[in-house]
């Protein structure tokens, strides 16, 4: 029998911030602070008990292997965080209220195509389009109480996929945008290695050969699956927060990034991440 693993005096991660930011699509909630996550090749139930954290049905080697690189739990976030109030102090109190935030280290396959799909749909669809794709193409994994999860298919799995059941998983018109992903890497046109040794630009451009990716699909990838930490995704909700809080008018995009680039350098992606809390509370991104 595995006993559960429990990590004391956990610093700076809260797990519903962390999982709920919009970063990640492969959890159930099933409790208060405890979900099932579905990441590593592997099921994990895990539960947030104030500073301690339960990961159930797991043992030591497991949780080093695994859990302690995908919840990132070996940086130190209070450098991370003094670099960004130092870049722009109004963001110290947003902190303060929302020490948890973390990123995740993630699959680069199943975050590429996670992003894919999070084209013009809320967190819920995507949740669910995952969780169909995942059903219909991935390997079942069973672990302590929780049968019947399903992995996230490889790009393997994903090459016996057709466009009527990728539709059938309700991705829509991303569906031959998922294929030309599974093409792009089954054939080695993107290469996660080659793709996290090339500058950022030539990465982003690389990504951007698949139907579909455009700049901002692209830098979630470099941030949340190549841990490109430096990259700052700008979709419609950050371009109108970044306006309100620097420019005060009609910005391009590739304005804003590279202004959030100089502003808080290789911490950009951590940035951006509290400047939508800002943004919520104060309500500019409504």
């Given at each position: 029998m595995i006993?559960?693993y429990?990590?004391?005096?956990?610093n700076?991660f809260?797990?519903?911030?962390?999982?709920?930011?919009?970063?990640?699509?492969?959890?159930?909630?099933?409790?208060?602070?405890?979900?099932?996550?579905?990441?590593?090749?592997?099921?994990?139930?895990?539960?947030?008990?104030?500073?301690?954290?339960?990961?159930?049905?797991?043992?030591?080697d497991?949780?080093n292997?695994?859990?302690?690189?995908?919840?990132?739990?070996?940086?130190?976030?209070?450098?991370?965080?003094?670099?960004?109030?130092?870049?722009?102090?109004?963001?110290?109190?947003?902190?303060?209220?929302?020490?948890?935030?973390?990123?995740?280290n993630?699959?680069?396959?199943?975050?590429?195509?996670s992003?894919?799909?999070?084209?013009?749909?809320?967190?819920?669809?995507?949740?669910q389009?995952v969780?169909?794709?995942s059903?219909?193409?991935?390997t079942?994994?069973?672990?302590?109480?929780?049968?019947?999860?399903?992995?996230?298919?490889?790009?393997?799995?994903?090459?016996?996929?057709?466009?009527?059941?990728?539709?059938?998983?309700?991705?829509?018109?991303?569906?031959?945008?998922?294929?030309?992903?599974?093409?792009?890497?089954?054939?080695?046109?993107?290469v996660?290695?080659?793709?996290?040794?090339?500058?950022?630009?030539?990465?982003?451009?690389?990504?951007?050969?698949?139907?579909?990716?455009?700049?901002?699909?692209?830098n979630?990838?470099?941030?949340?699956?190549?841990?490109?930490?430096?990259?700052?995704?700008?979709?419609?909700?950050?371009?109108?927060?970044?306006?309100h809080?620097?420019f005060?008018?009609?910005?391009?995009?590739?304005?804003?990034?590279?202004?959030?680039?100089?502003?808080?350098?290789?911490?950009?992606?951590?940035?951006q991440?509290?400047?939508?809390?800002?943004?919520r509370?104060a309500g500019v991104?409504?």
């Open positions: 006993d559960n429990i990590l004391e005096n956990v700076n809260d797990i519903n911030e962390v999982l709920t930011c919009g970063q990640c699509f492969n959890f159930t909630e099933i409790g208060s602070n405890e979900y099932i996550v579905t990441a590593m090749g592997s099921v994990l139930r895990i539960k947030q008990e104030g500073s301690s954290l339960v990961f159930y049905d797991t043992n030591e497991e949780f292997k695994k859990w302690n690189l995908y919840f990132d739990l070996e940086r130190d976030y209070e450098i991370i965080k003094d670099s960004i109030v130092k870049a722009d102090p109004r963001l110290e109190d947003i902190i303060e209220k929302h020490p948890g935030i973390r990123i995740l993630q699959d680069f396959f199943e975050t590429l195509i992003f894919i799909i999070s084209q013009n749909k809320q967190i819920p669809q995507i949740k389009v969780r169909n794709l059903e219909m193409y991935g079942p994994v069973s672990k302590g109480e929780m049968p019947g999860a399903h992995l996230f298919p490889t790009q393997e799995e994903l090459l016996r996929a057709t466009d009527e059941g990728i539709r059938s998983c309700k991705a829509g018109f991303r569906a031959p945008y998922i294929l030309d992903a599974v093409d792009k890497v089954s054939t080695g046109a993107v996660e290695q080659d793709l996290k040794k090339m500058p950022t630009d030539e990465a982003r451009k690389s990504l951007m050969q698949i139907k579909g990716v455009g700049e901002k699909v692209a979630c990838v470099l941030l949340f699956g190549l841990g490109r930490r430096e990259t700052f995704p700008v979709d419609v909700w950050m371009k109108r927060i970044m306006e809080m620097y005060h008018k009609d910005t391009p995009k590739d304005e804003i990034e590279a202004f959030a680039g100089n502003l808080f350098g290789e911490n950009a992606g951590y940035a991440q509290y400047l939508f809390m800002y943004a509370e991104a409504r």
